[in-house]
């Protein structure tokens, strides 16, 4: 059962561009939303949060919007660079019962910026 | 401040053996969680620890345990390795504030092998 879902395995744009990354979930109980970048080698390295009361955050070059009713949300970067090349991670997280930190990840989508 | 770190980087082990994985945590943190990736998936929470107690379980059997020193330095224990065991493991610590989500802050992971 995955509650966390990455439709898209990879992704391909061109340097300057605009990347966007989808994630969808199926657990209404999910009241804060995570992205994190992976490169190989290393561990997933936090970039950008939202908590479900708002619909957009912004940091930088990196948006992550969110939208309730259809359980889904992206991440956009803009402008888009070579080194934003990375395996990107949606996860989401409940605040009701179990683990304070525990995220639900999903299957992730490699991003590729060309030059 | 020193990050997440991992030990060792890679392991080879045989179906059955047992093996113990190693985590320092981020300096300061309290809380540690576990993580297990297997290849083309996210990653799947294992168990957290928080002062050197289990506070939160994923779905994972009992031959997998863990240890948090009082140096929050921790442990991950697998018992009577399987095939399906093959995965990177990876490590997160965080201030551990009570009740309240931190951020993560996850180590390289290690590579175990099981033939």
């Known amino acids: 059962d995955q509650q966390v879902k990455q439709n898209s395995p990879s992704l391909s744009v061109q340097e300057g561009r605009i990347s966007i990354l989808n994630c969808d979930y199926t657990?209404?109980?999910?009241?804060?939303f995570l992205w994190y970048k992976k490169y190989p080698a290393e561990g997933p390295t936090f970039l950008i949060s939202?908590?479900?009361?708002?619909d957009k955050n912004e940091d930088g070059r990196f948006t992550v919007f969110l939208n309730k009713s259809a359980k889904h949300l992206s991440l956009h970067i803009v402008p888009s660079q070579p080194g934003d090349s990375a395996v990107y991670f949606c996860?989401?997280?409940?605040?009701?019962?179990?683990?304070?930190?525990?995220?639900?990840f999903g299957t992730g989508t490699l991003l590729a910026v060309q030059p | 401040e020193t990050g997440v770190t991992q030990s060792p980087t890679h392991l080879i082990k045989t179906r059955g053996q047992q093996v113990t994985l190693r985590c320092s945590s981020q300096s300061g943190h309290n809380t540690v969680s576990w993580y297990q990736q297997a290849l083309g998936q996210g990653p799947q929470f294992i168990f957290q620890?928080?002062?050197?107690?289990?506070?939160g379980r994923g779905n994972f059997p009992p031959r997998f345990s863990g240890l948090q020193f009082p140096n929050y330095s921790s442990e991950l224990n697998v018992n009577a390795l399987e095939l399906d065991d093959s995965a990177l493991y990876l490590c997160a610590s965080s201030l551990g504030t009570s009740g309240r989500f931190d951020e993560q802050y996850f180590g390289p992971g290690t590579r175990l092998t099981v033939t």
């Open positions: 939202i908590s479900s009361i708002k």
């Open positions: 657990n209404s109980m999910f009241d804060y």
């Open positions: 620890y928080y002062r050197e107690e289990e506070n």
């Open positions: 996860a989401a997280r409940s605040s009701y019962g179990g683990a304070t930190n525990k995220l639900i």
